[in-house]
């Protein structure tokens, strides 16, 4: 079954610095990934998704994930952190069209002044 | 428009209880999904709807969970005899079919506590 592995329960960050949030995936085939976000209280978010079609993939809020084969890898990037960014991501992967999301167990990030 | 409603936003209950959970999806998505958010175990699938069948139960941890869905729309997921591991936030989402990936909205969920 696929699954994926985020590095890192809690990354903390300031103001203005590179946010890096770690995923790994496990399968066999091409998968789908996906990032979410959720803001206290709220729903999961869709970031972005990687569906084959590009390696780099781009999304809202600036935030940008690379799928690496090689290192079976789909880590999320956004070049400066803004404090609106204080959030919990989770990395996500699912077999095909419809099948249910597998996650991992999200990361949060804080943004320091 | 109108996106995943649930409800009640925030639930608590005796251990022992039944409790019913609702979701509304957005209008016309044809497949819907419940999902379990608690410490410890993270994000976890319980039951996937496409119309008003559920080809996949898988997630459901026990016989005491329960789900169904009526007229393609709203949803109910009931857990019966609840126990304090039943406490946890119950997140839906919905989304259309396709051959292709069909992005799941998600709802604001709904907060369980089993005292």
Same mark, same amino acid.
């Given at each position: 079954?696929?699954s994926v592995t985020q590095l890192?329960?809690?990354?903390?960050?300031?103001?203005?610095?590179?946010?890096?949030?770690r995923c790994n995936y496990s399968?066999?085939?091409?998968?789908?990934?996906?990032?979410?976000?959720?803001?206290?209280?709220?729903?999961?978010?869709?970031?972005?998704?990687?569906?084959?079609?590009?390696?780099?993939?781009?999304?809202?809020?600036?935030?940008?994930?690379?799928?690496?084969?090689?290192? @079976?890898?789909?880590?999320? @990037?956004?070049?400066?952190?803004?404090?609106?960014?204080?959030?919990?991501?989770?990395c996500?992967?699912?077999?095909?069209?419809?099948?249910?999301?597998?996650?991992g167990k999200?990361?949060?990030?804080?943004?320091?002044? | 428009?109108?996106? !995943?409603?649930?409800?009640?936003?925030?639930? !608590?209950?005796?251990?022992?209880?039944? !409790?019913?959970?609702?979701?509304?999806?957005?209008?016309?998505?044809?497949?819907?999904?419940?999902?379990?958010?608690?410490?410890?175990?993270?994000?976890?699938?319980?039951?996937?709807?496409?119309?008003?069948?559920?080809?996949?139960?898988?997630?459901?941890?026990?016989?005491?969970?329960?789900?169904?869905?009526?007229?393609?729309?709203?949803?109910?997921?009931?857990?019966?005899?609840?126990?304090?591991?039943?406490?946890? !936030?119950?997140?839906?989402?919905?989304?259309?079919?396709?051959?292709?990936?069909?992005?799941?909205?998600?709802?604001?969920?709904?907060?369980?506590?089993?005292?």
């Open positions: 079954a696929q890192g329960s809690h990354v903390s960050v300031s103001e203005g610095a590179l946010v890096l949030l399968s066999s085939v091409p998968p789908y990934l996906f990032w979410y976000v959720q803001y206290p209280n709220q729903g999961l978010q869709l970031l972005l998704k990687y569906t084959s079609a590009a390696t780099l993939v781009k999304g809202i809020n600036g935030f940008e994930a690379e799928f690496k084969k090689s290192e @079976t890898s789909f880590h999320l @990037t956004k070049p400066s952190a803004h404090m609106s960014d204080a959030a919990e991501y989770f996500a992967t699912r077999n095909s069209g419809n099948t249910p999301l597998v996650f999200g990361t949060r990030l804080s943004v320091i002044a | 428009g109108a996106g !995943v409603s649930q409800s009640p936003s925030n639930k !608590v209950t005796e251990k022992g209880k039944d !409790v019913e959970l609702r979701c509304d999806p957005i209008s016309g998505h044809t497949a819907l999904y419940w999902y379990r958010q608690s410490l410890g175990q993270g994000l976890e699938f319980l039951i996937y709807f496409q119309g008003n069948s559920a080809p996949d139960k898988s997630g459901l941890p026990s016989d005491r969970f329960s789900a169904e869905r009526t007229g393609g729309s709203v949803s109910t997921l009931t857990i019966q005899r609840t126990q304090q591991e039943d406490s946890a !936030v119950y997140l839906c989402a919905s989304s259309l079919l396709g051959p292709d990936f069909r992005e799941q909205y998600f709802g604001p969920g709904t907060r369980l506590t089993v005292t």
